[in-house]
């Protein structure tokens, strides 16, 4: 069987266009009380796309502390070890006979 090797992806976004600034020290998140930048303390991570922040105003005035929830929404573009068990399991459905043609067209 020929091997599948992935081209150099070009197209991956590292950050989702969110209300969260890497700062010094940590993630930071706006205040839902004042709009003042934030500190994430404590994330409790419940699963691989869910997890708790807890954080607290920067702002000496409010010291509002809350909690966010941050979880995985949707894929933009797949992961590369996604788009290879993908294109396995295509070539493994199909007849023999056409998997070799489709392997022989690579
Ligand atoms: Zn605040």
């Known amino acids: 069987m020929a091997s599948i ?17 890497r700062g010094d020290e940590a993630m930071q998140i706006n205040c839902t009380e004042c709009g003042e930048k934030s500190i994430i303390r404590t994330t409790q991570r419940l699963d691989a796309k869910m997890s708790k922040l807890y954080c607290i105003c920067k702002n000496p005035h409010c010291g509002h ?3 966010m929830d941050l979880c995985f ?3 933009l573009s ?5 788009a290879k068990d993908i ?3 295509l070539l493994r459905a ?3 006979q056409e998997r ?3 392997l022989a067209s690579l």
């Open 5 to 21: 090797t992935a081209p150099a992806r070009t197209n991956v976004i590292l950050l989702p266009r969110v209300n969260l600034i």
């Open 65 to 67: 502390t809350f909690v």
């Open 73 to 75: 929404s949707h894929t």
């Open 78 to 82: 797949p992961s590369s070890n996604q």
């Open 87 to 89: 294109v396995i399991n």
């Open 94 to 96: 199909l007849p023999e």
């Open 100 to 102: 070799q043609l489709m």
